[in-house]
Each structure stands twice: as structure tokens, then as C-alpha cells.
């Protein structure tokens, strides 16, 4: 996203439908008829999948191979930094498209309406895709796209952090950390905790901090 801001690129967001069922298959793998597919009579055959299917260790890796296959075809490097990267150099200019992925998410950076309509269309006919626009939810993050930039935020993440410790009437303060609390592993008194509730706490804390909410930073790296 500071990248697209920086070089005032157009960021758009699709989704594969049913994803893993466009991988192809290296191994031999056999299932129980689906129920209501069941014929009298033949209640002993199996079947033989052709494709991938949701909930087979291997899908993720099948999906993501068929995906890298098509995106050689329009003349996408993978980047060697980050293998969810795809890039691309315009042939009528120096203009760059990207494609990020994860899953089945795409965020879709292009310089130009045309070059990200070209871009959607070639995804389009290889797989069944759903446009959603402008790019304006990704891994608990909400962006919005300005003229000025983009407005990141986490508060549905937040806000659903907060249910399960029961904290969503807590009063937010300015200064989330008071200077003077020295904190000890065991101080003689204070109840006992439930460490892996504790740790399953910090980690939600440690992603808010690191995407959007900085001023918690300090906070949560004493803690």
C-alpha cells in the first residue's frame, strides 16, 4: 500500500471462487462417494479425484502451483523476497502491476484503469474470479483510499478482540501504559493467570500494534 501511495497507483481487490478446486493433482487420491450422490446398489464404489478438493492437506500447494503457472503466461515474475508477489513491467511503458496474494485474495496494484481492467480480464478467463473493487479490507485491516492516501485502521478487529476478555466497555485512555508499574514474573500476591490465554492475548495485541496501532507498541512489548 505505501508503495501503490507513493507512486500513485490504482489498488484494487479480487477473489478466486472455490480457489483450491482449480489445483491439479500429483498423487493418486480416493474418497467415499459424497452423501446424496449414493446409488442402490453401489454403495461400494469410491471415487478417484481428477482435481483438488477443500480439506486435503495437499490443496494449498496444488492451488498455488496452478495459480504460478498462469501467472507465467502474461510475463509475471515471481518475486524471490516474497513468493506471494507477482510482478510484471508494462510492454508500452516502464508502468508496473502487481499482484499480491494470499489464499484466495488478490490485491491488484496497476498504474492505470486500462492496465487493471487487462489485468482482471486475463485472471477472469483462467479462473472464476469476484471483482470487488477498490481494495478496502485485507487480514483484519481496513484501508481507505484518499487523495491523500490511504487511511488504514483495525477497529472491527479490535472490537471482536475485545468480546472474548470481556472487555468491550473498557474506557480508552491516551497513554495505554502507566510509567511507574514495574512488571515482575511473580511479585509474592497477585492471582495467577492463565498463560495461554495470556500469550493468545499478546499475539492479537502484537498484530494491532504492528499493522496500525503503534502507540500500543510499547505497551505490549513490556507486557
Known amino acids: 500500500m505505501s508503495f501503490a501511495v507513493q507512486k500513485k497507483m490504482i489498488v484494487h ?5 472455490t480457489a483450491f478446486l482449480n489445483g491439479e493433482l500429483a498423487e493418486e487420491i480416493y474418497i467415499k462417494q459424497p452423501e446424496g ?9 469410491i471415487c478417484k479425484l481428477k482435481k483438488s478438493i477443500y480439506g486435503l492437506k495437499q490443496s494449498p500447494r496444488c492451488w498455488n502451483r496452478a495459480f504460478r503457472e498462469v501467472m507465467k503466461s502474461p510475463n509475471f515474475q515471481q518475486s524471490h ?5 507477482f510482478i510484471k513491467r508494462s510492454e508500452e511503458s516502464d508502468n508496473l502491476i502487481v499482484i499480491a496474494i494470499h489464499l484466495d485474495d488478490l490485491i491488484i496494484i496497476a498504474s492505470t484503469e486500462r492496465e487493471m481492467s487487462q489485468v482482471k480480464s486475463g485472471l477472469s478467463s483462467y479462473f472464476k474470479m469476484t471483482d470487488l473493487g477498490s481494495l478496502h479490507f485485507c487480514l483484519g485491516v481496513n484501508m481507505e483510499q ?8 483495525q477497529k472491527q478487529y479490535i472490537e471482536k478482540l475485545l468480546e472474548p476478555y470481556g472487555l468491550q466497555d473498557a474506557n480508552p485512555v491516551s497513554t495505554p501504559m502507566d510509567l511507574n508499574v514495574k512488571l515482575v514474573a511473580d511479585d509474592g500476591y497477585s492471582k495467577p493467570v492463565d498463560r495461554i490465554r495470556y500469550k493468545s492475548m499478546i499475539g ?7 499493522a496500525t496501532r503503534p502507540d500500543i507498541s510499547h505497551a505490549v512489548g513490556a507486557l
Do not use: N
Open 37 to 45: 450422490y449414493v446409488e442402490l446398489g453401489k454403495e461400494d464404489i
Open 13 to 17: 481487490q479480487m477473489d478466486v471462487v
Open 146 to 153: 484518499t487523495e491523500e492516501g490511504v487511511i488504514l485502521s
Open 81 to 85: 523476497a516474497d513468493p506471494c508477489i
Open 204 to 210: 492479537s495485541l502484537l498484530y494491532a500494534a504492528i
